[in-house]
């Protein structure tokens, strides 16, 4: 199976959210577009812009055409139930983070090899900033609404595992994904494929290329 490649621009530090979602719809833009499951076709539109300064990723999702649900309002809470976003990063070959956020900005991270995870304690993760524009009240599958932006920041030390971690390579591996394990279309589509018989995420070896530049 042929591995997707992005690139990974440096930007510079934004001073707010909204002024690193500008400065990232100036960089390439990418599709989490491949559905890998029959038993589960439905396909929302799903963008993404990434960047990255000394100190952090800085990612904007831009969702429409979909029924949104999310009322996970607690860090590390089940936010992949809920309509959901999601940037796994491999720093090296030892294992890999996992940012997950729903729709109004609930954010779940952790870091394991494979499906046996630790979720980081959400005191060490005050750094991660998730700007929703659907703001922070919990969004009801009944209220109809098809199309929201999510702007992240990843800040380096939230890579409690790999302290000091920096971008001191030219190639890393990751993937992001599109989600919804509880919603009313339920959906699992991805940016790089992956060649499982059923919905895992937590496959490593699929993982596509990320370049830094």
């Not at 800085?58 to 976003?85: L, R, W």
């Amino acid at each position: 199976m042929t591995s997707k490649n992005l690139k990974i621009a440096k930007i510079s530090t934004p001073k707010s959210m909204t002024e690193a979602a500008a400065l990232l719809e100036k960089l390439e833009q990418n599709n989490v577009d491949t559905v890998n499951w029959n038993d589960y076709p439905v396909k929302p539109e799903v963008t993404f812009h990434i960047g990255h300064d000394d100190e952090a990723f800085y990612i904007h999702f831009h969702v429409q055409n979909e029924e949104v649900k999310a009322v996970t309002t607690e860090i590390n809470g089940e936010v992949y139930e809920d309509s959901c976003c999601e940037f796994f990063f491999a720093p090296d070959d030892q294992g890999y983070y996992n940012l997950e956020m729903n729709a109004i900005g609930t954010f779940l991270f952790g870091y394991g090899s494979g499906r046996d995870r630790e979720r980081i304690d959400a005191s060490k993760l005050n750094g991660i900033k998730v700007f929703s524009s659907l703001g922070t009240s919990p969004v009801e599958e009944t209220e109809k609404i098809t199309t929201y932006t999510l702007t992240a920041k990843l800040p380096f030390d939230a890579f409690v595992k790999h302290p000091n971690f920096k971008l001191d390579k030219e190639l890393y591996k990751g993937n992001f994904f599109k989600c919804g394990d509880k919603t009313p279309k339920m959906h699992f589509v991805t940016w790089n494929p992956i060649g499982t018989d059923q919905p895992d995420y937590h496959r490593p070896e699929y993982f596509g290329d990320l370049t830094i530049s």
